[in-house]
């Protein structure tokens, strides 16, 4: 009888213990977090966007005739303005049409004279104008490409041959604008509503950190490209100053306007292990919920955020975020 009393007691101090450790768990079920409330606030629209600057207008001097290289007037790095002299090819040709011309004005008088009389034919006269005509076209076209000038202002960025070479195709010279520059960019379709021909934006360049350089959209392309999902702009600037050069690596900001969005602080926006998905932890009537968000602008410490069901008077936790899994309940520590 004492035995059996023993056993029994035994039993229930065991029962007891067992009670204890389960609710224990219990407890420690719940994980210790803080939360903040989300809010709708407005913010200022900005996207950066990266390109290279390119010369507004870049043109290759190559003349329409081959033949030698008379003379070539400037070097690389050379700045010239419309209408200075580049290149002058050979000049035989152009002699010789030169000479043809002057005998067909000569001629042309001739005939004008006689044609008052009546001593030649309406369709002499015809004629003769029409070779006149001709070789006036003849003679513009090889006075345009022996003696070539500059189309516009700009630096000499390219030069292939030097005087008494043989020209056979490639470009004799590259000119570049450079006091005028633009730049493409490719931006976000989900932008297309905003961006507008006309529309102010800054550039920045790395080698300049402290200086922002004012452009304008000049074109807005009308088609998207279906890989990407973006469609680009034509950025235009003045670069009167000279600091930026073509090929330079810039970022173009863009101000889209005001805009109600939902923030959250960054540390609270976890990313899932071995991908680039991002989620939260919200609190849900006392339980972990996971959430999947995409960010957006950031704002100092905070990152905009939106997906399924994240809206203004959600609870988010913002510390223990990294020790939870979804479905486990919360000990809420600041409410």
Request: hydrophobic share 40%; aromatic share 6%; glycine share 8%.
């Amino acid at each position: 009888m004492v035995l059996f009393a023993a056993v029994a007691s035994m039993m229930l101090v065991g029962c007891k213990k067992q009670d204890a450790a389960i609710v224990t768990e219990e407890e420690q079920a719940a994980e210790p977090v803080e939360v903040t409330v989300l809010q709708s606030r407005e913010i200022q629209r900005e996207i950066s966007l990266s390109s290279n600057l390119q010369g507004y207008e870049t043109v290759n001097i190559a003349p329409s005739l081959t033949g030698k290289i008379e003379h070539i007037y400037t070097e690389v790095g050379t700045r010239v303005r419309k209408g200075d002299s580049l290149v002058r090819m050979d000049q035989q040709q152009y002699n010789t049409t030169k000479l043809v011309y002057s005998n067909l004005l000569v001629e042309m008088k001739r005939v004008e004279g006689l044609i008052q009389t009546g001593s030649v034919s309406q369709q002499t006269y015809d004629q003769t104008k029409l070779q006149l005509d001709q070789t006036k076209e003849n003679l513009d076209f090889l006075t345009k490409n022996t003696f070539v000038r500059a189309p516009f202002s700009g630096v000499i960025s390219a030069k292939n041959y030097e005087d008494g070479e043989l020209y056979s195709g490639q470009p004799i010279l590259v000119l570049t604008q450079i006091d005028r520059l633009k730049a493409l960019i490719a931006i976000p379709e989900s932008y297309i509503p905003q961006v507008k021909t006309g529309m102010k934006l800054t550039l920045r360049s790395d080698v300049y950190p402290d200086k922002e350089f004012p452009a304008t959209i000049e074109i807005v392309y009308p088609t998207v490209d279906a890989t990407s999902h973006t469609f680009q702009a034509k950025v235009v600037m003045q670069n009167n100053g000279g600091l930026l050069r073509p090929g330079m690596y810039v970022t173009a900001n863009l101000a889209l306007g005001t805009e109600a969005v939902i923030t959250a602080p960054y540390s609270a926006v976890l990313k899932l292990i071995g991908a680039n998905d991002r989620y939260v932890f919200v609190n849900d009537n006392g339980v972990a919920r996971r959430v999947t968000v995409e960010m957006g602008q950031r704002f100092g410490d905070d990152v905009e955020i939106f997906g399924e069901g994240i809206e203004p008077g959600l609870e988010l936790v913002t510390k223990g975020e990294a020790r939870l899994i979804d479905g486990v309940k919360l000990d809420v520590k600041n409410k």
